[in-house]
Nanobody
């Protein structure tokens, strides 16, 4: 069974940047979509960004467009989320997802 392991979260001031990583325990198929979601306290989990593994096609939630960038490294079975111009509203646990599999999450806290 594939495992997803996220890392890279932390505490950052508003306007700062973080880069999240998610490594899969086996190669990702070209048709798979890798996704990042986030869940803030008291809120439902929400979509952040997705990348189609084979084509590299990306899509973003409106709330993060032009600030976040999703990318992948096929050789490392890894997907990344570069987060710039962070806002307190971005504070959440960030999860990596492929199909029905989820990572354990990594906490991102943005202070004002």
């Amino acid at each position: 069974q594939v495992q997803l392991v996220e890392s890279g979260g932390g505490l950052v001031q508003a306007g700062g940047s973080l880069r999240l990583s998610c490594v899969a325990s086996r190669p990702i198929l070209s048709y798979n979509a890798m996704r990042w979601f986030r869940q803030a306290p008291g809120k439902e989990r929400e979509f952040v960004a997705t990348i189609i593994w084979g084509s590299g096609t990306t899509n973003y939630a409106d709330s993060v467009k032009d600030r976040f960038t999703i990318s992948r490294d096929n050789a490392k079975n890894a997907v990344y989320l570069q987060m710039n111009s962070l806002k307190p509203a971005d504070t959440a646990v960030y999860y990596c997802n492929v199909d029905s599999l989820w990572g354990q999450g990594t906490q991102v806290t943005v202070s004002s």
